[in-house]
């Protein structure tokens, strides 16, 4: 069994999909060979020879003939060129609104796995991949905020007067979101929070946090099975926005981290209400690459509206690359290694697992997953 790890062919994309410890592990899990591309993980921190140490050779033409190919972003057009059929791809795939992408790597006749579709089940969580990176966007937000926001976080207490404490707003409890509260928290915020889901609230508050929503019967049933949220009425969406409304004109900073799958992002904060905010303000919109939570963000940007800035960074978890790479690395080796027969050594697909099912994209020529099924199979 051949594994290739490619450099990343966006230069936006600073992680790679493995590290030295999980190349080690690889190697015991029983892989012929390890091919790494160079460079691949230079901006994550790893120098070719720290690859080559943990044994794995540098190669430019690293995924010729490999049976897996392990990536961050889903492979380009041109990359699928050099893959050879049957190889399987590894690689958050970002599926939704990109069939033709989809198509492409059927055609290619790959074996293409999406690690951002990993089911919510507990044999899969080592496997989770938006929560190992959304976990650090969390982090990362709180810490971008700062950076943009001209006055300190905790209060001070200080012989020329006291600095009183900033008050941090974060919209959205998942992942993301309990880090940023918990970082705004250590960072001395007074922090308060909002989320559909009424299980969140114990939540926020076991973080010191206050909770901050429209709590009536249609917020009592506002989870799917699967942990989601789920879509609002426009009545309560008005109800809980002329809440929001009122709590953001008094505070410094605002993050918002709401994603529902498969949709454009909700719009959260409206131009009325980050006009309501007072100069020096900050907004940090984490669902800025789905059409973003507040009106006004622009991916990639920071946008100043009468001064108060909305800041729209790309990829928040690449923005900690080093980190970033070590967790998703682990993340891609406990998916392949309930793929790897113990005793050949090879790898050994069960297709009937349900961890293969809800993350398999292509096989054998077609688009498998039934989310993504062309219209007319459909």
């Known amino acids: ?50 690859y080559e140490a943990a044994g794995a050779t540098i190669s430019a033409d690293a995924t010729r003939d490999a049976d897996v190919v392990l990536k961050v972003r889903r492979p380009s057009a041109e990359e699928l060129t050099r893959y050879k059929r049957g190889a399987a791809v590894f690689a958050i795939m970002d599926p939704y609104g990109n069939e033709p992408a989809l198509q492409a790597m059927a055609d290619a006749g790959v074996s293409a796995f999406a690690m951002e579709l990993m089911p919510r089940i507990t044999r899969a969580q080592v496997m989770d991949v938006l929560s190992s990176q959304a976990n650090l966007a969390g982090y990362r937000a709180v810490i971008d905020a700062t950076a943009e926001y001209g006055r300190a976080l905790p209060m001070m207490m200080t012989a020329a007067g006291t600095v009183p404490a900033a008050r941090i707003f974060i919209m959205g409890v998942g992942v993301a979101g309990l880090q940023a509260i918990a970082t705004a928290r250590r960072l001395g915020a007074v922090v308060t929070a909002t989320d559909v889901r009424p299980a969140t609230k114990e939540q926020v508050e076991s973080l010191g946090a206050k909770f901050l929503a429209v709590e009536d019967e249609e917020f009592k049933n506002a989870q799917t099975a699967g942990g989601y949220a789920k879509e609002m009425s426009k009545e309560y969406q008005a109800k809980q926005a002329a809440l929001v409304a009122e709590h953001i004109k008094k505070q410094d900073i605002v993050i918002t981290t709401a994603l529902i799958p498969g949709r454009p992002a909700p719009k959260l904060v409206s131009a009325a209400m980050v006009d309501s905010m007072r100069p020096g303000s900050v ?41 970033a790479s070590s967790l998703y690395a682990r993340n891609l080796y406990a998916f392949l290694e309930i793929l790897v027969n113990k005793e050949s050594k ?15 994209l292509t096989r054998d020529g077609a688009v498998v997953h039934p989310n993504f099924q062309p219209k007319s199979a459909a």
Not at 1 to 17: F, N, Q, Y
Not at 22 to 43: D, Q, S
Request: proline share 4%.
């Open 1 to 50: 069994m051949k594994i290739a790890i490619p450099l990343e062919s966006d230069g936006g994309e600073p992680r790679v999909a493995a590290t030295p410890e999980t190349i080690k592990k690889l190697k015991a899990l029983g892989a012929a060979e390890i091919a790494v591309e160079p460079g691949a993980g230079v901006k994550s921190g790893i120098r070719d020879s720290d």
């Open 283 to 323: 907004l940090i919109d984490l669902a800025v690459e789905r059409g973003g939570n507040v009106e006004g963000a622009k991916a990639g940007e920071i946008v100043e509206i009468n001064g108060v800035k909305i800041v729209g960074h790309n990829n928040v978890a690449g923005r900690l690359a080093a980190t």
């Open 346 to 360: 090879a790898l050994a697909i069960n297709w009937d697992d349900e961890i293969v099912k809800a993350t398999a």
